[in-house]
């Protein structure tokens, strides 16, 4: 999908004041948005939890925003890598202290069609999870890369933008986090 950037920075502003406006970014953005997040947590309530901050900490912080000339995904994709360290940060916290957090009995919260059918295919393909598994044991910074790039088939150019180091550093990354995967994986 080509973005056409100053239509898109037409909207930033507009949404700056009117919150409505920000429901088009919000339409625009969410589906990748959330398909980021449900494939580097491999979890469809948890990438809801995490999109749905993203999306918060966006419109929160929509005065920060300083457009560079670069799609407002760009920055939507660093919110959602940093919520996605955030979530994993209080997950191991939370098991480093021993706590045993019961969500209670679960609401009932009616998936869309689309959400379940994710759920889903990822619950049939063994492949994907152990794929993820091994993804799960990089560090943060290899994780990130490769699934922009494999899963979310971002170019060099644009992860360089997302996560804000040069495209050298993104090949850099890219081929050591392969190179320890396929150790990982034998």
Do not use: C
Request: charged share 30%; net charge positive; glycine share 4%.
């Amino acid at each position: 999908m080509t973005v056409d950037l100053k239509q898109e920075r037409e909207l930033v502003v507009k949404a700056r004041k009117d919150t409505e406006v920000f429901g088009q970014l919000y339409d625009q953005n969410f589906g990748r948005i959330f398909g980021y997040v449900l494939r580097r947590t491999a979890s469809v309530p948890v990438a809801q939890d995490v999109t749905s901050e993203v999306f918060f900490k966006a419109l929160k912080n929509l005065e920060k925003f300083h457009w560079q000339g670069i799609p407002f995904s760009a920055w939507l994709y660093r919110i959602a890598s940093h919520e996605i360290a955030n979530y994993y940060r209080k997950k191991r916290r939370e098991a480093a202290h021993a706590i045993l957090v019961r969500d209670g009995d679960p609401a009932v919260n009616p998936l869309s069609v689309e959400i379940a059918q994710a759920e889903d295919i990822l619950m049939r393909h063994e492949e994907y999870l152990s794929l993820h598994m091994a993804i799960a044991q990089l560090p943060p910074r290899y994780q990130e890369v490769i699934t922009l790039r494999y899963f979310e088939d971002k170019q060099i150019k644009e992860i360089a933008q997302i996560i804000g180091k040069r495209e050298g550093t993104v090949k850099s990354l890219l081929h050591r986090g392969l190179e320890r995967m396929r150790n990982l994986m034998g």
